[in-house]
Nanobody, 125 residues
Framework: QVKLVESGGGSVEFGGSLKLSCTAS????????MGWFRQGHGMEREGIAD???????TYAGSVKGRFTISQDTAKNTVYLQMNSLKPEDTAMYYC???????????????????WGRGTQVTVSS
């Protein structure tokens, strides 16, 4: 059973930065693809970025250039560095994992089987 625990969320001002962490446990074979998603109040869950076990990365267009996904395989942890934060980045941020390879073109929630509980990010203007 895969377990994902997010941390690092909080409240920041416009233009600030945060680094989220997602620590995973469970079979590595179930975590070939790791992704970050977010869901604002009253909005659909949106893909941010994903990274596969070989380090290949896909970004969604809306955060490209501001957010960076990375991983430390020795620590079973995936990170999301978020810079130049805006109020519209306010959302619950979720980590997800899947046992298949990452889609090469898109980051979509339906491709992921395992989810963390999320960590809240609030950006004030």
């Amino acid at each position: 059973q895969v377990k994902l625990v997010e941390s690092g969320g909080g409240s920041v001002e416009f233009g600030g930065s945060l680094k989220l962490s997602c620590t995973a446990s469970g079979p590595a074979s179930s975590r070939h693809c790791m992704g970050w998603f977010r869901q604002g109040h009253g909005m659909e869950r949106e893909g941010i970025a994903d990274i596969d076990s070989k380090g290949v990365i896909t970004y969604a267009g809306s955060v490209k250039g501001r957010f960076t996904i990375s991983q430390d395989t020795a620590k079973n942890t995936v990170y999301l560095q978020m810079n130049s934060l805006k109020p519209e980045d306010t959302a619950m941020y979720y980590c997800a994992a899947d046992d298949t390879v990452c889609d090469a073109n898109v980051v979509v929630p339906g491709d992921f089987d395992y989810w963390g509980r999320g960590t809240q990010v609030t950006v004030s203007s």
